[in-house]
């Protein structure tokens, strides 16, 4: 069987890589933008940096900002009516998960009107035409949605996430500036970064995980260990590497899937509205933990990676407690919660396991498992 690789076809990296925005839009033909950006980033002035750009580029643009931290088919709906009546011909998306999420699902929709339900977009939809072309500026390192051929969107009324994978909804470019990123703060540096990790992590023991999408995770895993808390502290050095870093994570695990640590923190986002990232971080210790077995030598990769000294002379159980424990120090380091005991309430338990069970990540699992051995998982965090 071939193994399939979708990427951009363009990115740009750096600091002043959306000045590039300009000269993207008007090589294509573009006559107007429909720019996604979540309320805050438009509040605290994030998003008028690009704003900026297309104004002195001369480049009509309409702002939609209807979009939750995790958005739900409302605000892709609304999306939707709001872009046919724009005018717009591309979709400029500025943030985190969130905003490229919303432009993602809206842009197929346009284009593939059969899905306006958007429940049915769920999975692997069998669509047939491409995206709106969307031009993405992640103000996060973390989620690398601007390099995925996944988004997901809330179905606030089941209390549920749905994972939606479609290779025709990968952005056409992405520009990743760090200085776009420059202004989040700490909790939410530390949170997408952690939520990066767990993405080359995953990524690299996945099941359907391959040479080439390995020599991305174990780079990206390098890359993100020395330079995670650097990021929080905010230096420049560390927002540059963990801009990078987690670009190279959603390359690789955008084209081989993930796993149940996803699997298990979806449910958390849908029900009590828990940041991603930080649902990622506390799980992704304790999954790696029962993950292990089916690893082969890979944790001894992992650990390598994330600086371990010495990993060729450890047994198997000894470098596999390593990798787990690298993990631990760096997401105890920059602020993460060890434990869902102030989040998960015990007799939500069954719901968010049989969750965690239906989800499109979980597949992916390295360990065959099952909604008993993930109810156990739970219970172990609280």
């Keep these: 069987m071939a193994n399939r690789f979708v990427l951009n076809e363009t990115s740009y990296h750096g600091a002043g890589a959306v000045r590039e925005i300009a000269t993207e839009a008007k090589g294509r033909g573009f006559t107007k933008a ?22 002195k580029a001369g480049l009509v643009y309409e702002m939609y900002s ?13 999306g939707v009516e709001a872009f046919k009546k724009s005018g717009a011909d591309y979709l400029v998306a500025i943030g985190g998960g969130s905003s490229m999420d919303t432009a993602k699902a ?10 306006e339900d958007v429940v049915s977009l769920e999975g692997v939809a069998p669509t047939k035409n491409k995206s709106v072309p969307i031009f993405a500026v992640p103000t996060t ?9 996944n988004y997901v969107i809330t179905d606030a009324a089941k209390n549920r996430k749905m994972v939606c994978v479609d290779p025709k909804d990968i952005p056409v470019v992405a520009f990743v500036d760090p200085e776009m990123m420059s202004t989040m703060p700490k909790g939410l540096t530390a949170a ?17 995980a391959w040479e080439l999408s390995d020599m991305f995770h174990l780079k990206a895993i390098e890359i993100i260990s020395r ?22 994570a959603g390359m690789g695990f955008s084209n081989v899937g993930l796993g149940i640590v996803h699997s298990m923190a979806h449910p958390l986002g849908a029900l009590y509205d828990t ?5 990622n971080a506390i799980i992704l210790p304790t999954v790696m933990e029962y993950n292990g077995e089916a690893t082969g030598e890979k944790y001894r990769e992992i650990a390598r990676a994330m600086g371990v000294k010495g990993v060729d002379s450890m047994s198997q159980e000894e470098y596999r407690k390593a990798a787990v424990d690298a993990v ?55």
């Design 141 to 149: 390192a973390g989620t690398a949605a601007e390099v995925t051929i």
């Design 227 to 248: 330079s995670l808390r650097g990021a929080v502290d905010n230096t420049p050095e560390g927002r540059a590497d963990m801009a990078l870093g987690q670009y190279v």
């Design 328 to 382: 631990k120090k760096l997401s105890q380091d920059v602020g993460i919660p060890a434990d869902l005991k102030e989040i998960v309430k015990r007799e939500d338990i069954p719901f968010l396991a049989q969750s965690a069970y239906d989800d499109a990540c979980r597949p992916g699992n390295p360990k065959e498992t099952s909604v008993e051995e993930i109810t156990k998982l739970y219970e172990s965090l609280i």
């Design 66 to 78: 209807n979009i939750k931290p995790n958005p739900t088919i409302e605000n892709v709906q609304t």
């Design 192 to 208: 997408t970064g952690m939520d990066a990790l767990t993405h080359a992590i995953e990524g690299y023991i996945t099941a359907g």
């Design 106 to 115: 809206i842009g197929i929709i346009i284009k593939n009107p059969e899905f």
């Design 34 to 55: 429909f720019v996604c950006s979540d309320p805050d980033l438009v509040k605290f002035g994030v998003t008028k940096k690009v704003l900026d750009v297309l104004e």
């Design 275 to 279: 940041p991603h990232g930080i649902a």
